[in-house]
Structure formats: structure tokens, C-alpha cells
């Protein structure tokens, strides 16, 4: 590609990737910069979900009740390392002041506004970038440890069924049928059978950094430090520096260090996400299970069973806590009296979030030539397809296909 590019994406995740197909689809040329190549961070190690029934925003009055009792144990599904206490304050207060009630209803709104677009646009881009055939539709399986804890969900429940969500309560012998091998200390469950997942999110993402460069595009292994708007376009820093018509800002974690640049503040925290991946031999897992009160999940790959989830809010710099991973798969392994649990990997990666649970979609203040594209949490590859679909809108300077407001990046 001997011209300038007409967008150059900064970031090689899932996000970026999708959002870099999107635009090469309508006739724009593309570079894609990332600081460690394509599927590197989140986008490889995350569950493989297409999670389109997960409207319900982690910031909730049910997590503030839950949290007071996680926060005590440092191994638990959310932990604040006390290094780091102090610097993630003020996140945290906004994360409480997003649990009002009236704010998650509207968060729920704009998060189910996104996730319908993205179903509805998943299948035709899969078929596009010759991916379907990764697409598995298996549901998922969220279970409770008796009747207390599963009337606590009712409220969630009844609030996805007001937007139309398929689920289906069940009992023990209902849950066996569909999952053999759940320890009886499980007596409920509610199964989702329009909850989608990928066969492996790293072989997914490499396979569109492979369609990207089929198409003609660039991906480019550089740091993106800064940005700097000119004349009919937009500088980036990255060793060298690049220019392009626009640019479409989608590095995860590391995006607000980038748009601090441009002078944009925007509160963006790490979740670092933990797992294990097992060999595929360890269990007989038929749908992906959420044990929603000890906060992880364990999914089938073709790579192999995935024991991960967890919430610790510890930034980009700590070093990782294995001792997490091992404390979920320990549980996995009591839960799931047949699981061996040996011979796994581990991994820890950084989940960029928000404190209200909502990306940032939308445009910097400085120009519009720059798009804001990052912030999804937990939520990165179901959302993908259709912040991809947003992103083109803003770059071509159509309307979105869905109101953007809730996304701004000028909310906070």
C-alpha cells in the first residue's frame, strides 16, 4: 500500500480488526498499528462468548450488595490489590454513582441497543470474512447454589424478558439433561440458548487479521503514543510518525493514554481478567457454564476447556496474581466433581472498562477525524461487529445506526 491510508486503526484486538474490515469493505485504504500484533491481549484469552442476552450492566445496585462480601477475600470474583487502592478511587465512585437505579435502566437500554445491532449483523460478517464456520450456538447455563440465591436473579431475569430474551428456569434433573456432571450443590439453573460463543477468540481474531491483509490492508507492530490533528487529517506518533485521513482509536486498555494526547479524560480502568485453559479431554462441557456467584465461567474451545472470569481492578503495571486463576479453577473443580484439572495454562489480560459497564463509541472532541472506539469490558467480542458498523457511520460521517449518546466519550 504505497498511498497514504485513509484510516489508520490503532489497535489490533477484536475491536480494531472488525472495525478495520468494516471500513476496508467500503473502499477505504487501511493501516491497522498495534504495540504487540494482532490478537495479543484480551481478544485471545477472553471466554468466547457472543454474550447478546447480557444486557444487565455490572455497575447494578446487585453487585453493590455483593461487593462488600467479594472485597474480603483477595482471591474472590472482585479484589482491589491494596497497591493500588487508592489510585482507582475515583473510578470506583463513579462506579457507585452508576448503580442508581434510573442510570441502570438507561445503561441497560443503550447496552441492549448495541447488543441487538451486533447480533443482527454477526452472521452476514462472518459469512464475509469466511469465519462461520466458528460460530457455535450451544447457550449458556447459569446456575445457583439454592433457592435464595436463585430468587435474586429473578429481577435481572425479568428485566432481560422485557426486552424479548429467551430463557428457560430449571431444576436439577432439567439442568442434568442438558449438562451432566454439576455438583448437587447446584439446584437451580436458567438457560439461554440464544447465547453464542466462537471455537477459539484467538484463532477468530487471527483469521480477520489474515481476511484484513487479504483485502489489502497493513497491520503494523508499533506503539501509537500520540495523536495530533493537521491539515485534512490526523499524526500519529509511533516511532515514526503516520499520517491518515482519520483514525480510529481501538487499543483497549491502553486507549486513554493515547486520547489523553488529544486532551480527553476519560475514565477508563483495568479489569485484568484471569483463566486457565485446559486440554479438551478434561470434561464433557456441552454449554458454557456461569457460576454467577463465585464469578467466572468455564467454556469449551477448540483449544480446550477455559476455566476464567473474576473482576480485579489492579491496573496495567501490577504483576499478575496467578494465585486467582488457581483459586477459580480449584472451585471449578468442586463444582464440576469430573473436571481434571491438569495440565492448564494460564493467562492474564486487561479488560478496558467503564465505570458505567457502556464503551466509548463516538468521536474526540477535538476532531471528528478521530473515533473513539473502546471501553467494552467483558463485552468486547459480542460487541464487536456492531461498534464495527458504527465506526464506518462515523468515519463516512452517516448517521449511526443506533443513538450514540449513551456512548459518548463527553458523558463523564
Known amino acids: 500500500m504505497s498511498a497514504l491510508p485513509d484510516v489508520i486503526v490503532i489497535g489490533a484486538g477484536v475491536i480494531g480488526l472488525s472495525a478495520a474490515l468494516a471500513l476496508q469493505a467500503e473502499g477505504r485504504r487501511v493501516v491497522v498499528l498495534d504495540r504487540e500484533g494482532p490478537a495479543a491481549g484480551a481478544s485471545a484469552g477472553n471466554a468466547g462468548a457472543f454474550a447478546f442476552t447480557d444486557i444487565l450492566p455490572l455497575a447494578s445496585p446487585g453487585i453493590l450488595r455483593k461487593a462488600s462480601k467479594w472485597l474480603l477475600d483477595p482471591l474472590g470474583p472482585l479484589s482491589v490489590p491494596p497497591a493500588y487502592a487508592l489510585r482507582i478511587a475515583p473510578w470506583m465512585f463513579r462506579f457507585w454513582r452508576a448503580c442508581a437505579p434510573h442510570r441502570v435502566a438507561q445503561s441497560t437500554a443503550a447496552q441492549t441497543a448495541l447488543m441487538d445491532l451486533s447480533k443482527a449483523l454477526l452472521e452476514p460478517f462472518l459469512e464475509r470474512t469466511g469465519t462461520l464456520p466458528m460460530l457455535r450456538k450451544d447457550g449458556n447455563l447459569q446456575v445457583y447454589e439454592g433457592e435464595a440465591e436463585f430468587r435474586a436473579s429473578l429481577a435481572g431475569w425479568q428485566a432481560r424478558a422485557g426486552h424479548g430474551i429467551d430463557f428457560h428456569h430449571m431444576n436439577a434433573r432439567e439442568m442434568a439433561e442438558i449438562q451432566p456432571g454439576i455438583a448437587p ?131 496495567l503495571d501490577l504483576p499478575p496474581n496467578f494465585g486467582r486463576s488457581r483459586a477459580m479453577l480449584g472451585k471449578a473443580k468442586t463444582f464440576l466433581p469430573g473436571l481434571d484439572a491438569r495440565g492448564g495454562t494460564e493467562w492474564m489480560g486487561f479488560r478496558p472498562s467503564l465505570p458505567d459497564s457502556l464503551p466509548v463509541i463516538g468521536v474526540a472532541r477535538e476532531t471528528p477525524r478521530v473515533v473513539y472506539a473502546f471501553g467494552h469490558g467483558h463485552l468486547g467480542l459480542t460487541q464487536s461487529v456492531g461498534t464495527a458498523r458504527l465506526v464506518a457511520d462515523l468515519v463516512a460521517g452517516r448517521k449511526p445506526a443506533i443513538d450514540l449518546s449513551p456512548f459518548s466519550p463527553r458523558r463523564f
Open 185 to 315: 450443590r447446584f439446584t437451580h439453573g436458567t438457560f439461554t440458548p440464544g447465547w453464542y460463543s466462537i471455537s477459539d477468540p484467538k484463532l477468530y481474531t487471527l483469521a480477520l487479521a489474515e481476511r484484513f491483509v487479504a483485502g489489502g490492508g497493513r497491520i503494523d507492530q508499533a506503539e501509537a503514543r500520540a495523536l495530533r490533528p493537521v491539515e485534512n487529517g490526523i499524526e500519529v506518533t509511533a516511532g515514526t510518525t503516520l499520517r491518515a485521513g482519520h483514525v480510529v482509536l481501538a487499543a483497549g486498555a491502553f486507549s486513554h493514554r493515547i486520547a489523553r494526547t488529544l486532551g480527553e479524560r476519560i475514565p477508563l480502568e483495568t479489569e485484568r481478567g484471569y483463566n486457565t485453559t485446559l486440554p479438551a479431554s478434561a470434561f464433557d462441557l456441552r454449554t458454557q457454564i456461569t457460576f454467577g456467584g463465585h464469578g467466572f465461567v468455564i467454556t469449551r474451545l477448540s483449544s480446550g476447556i477455559r476455566v476464567g472470569g473474576a473482576v480485579e481492578l489492579g491496573g
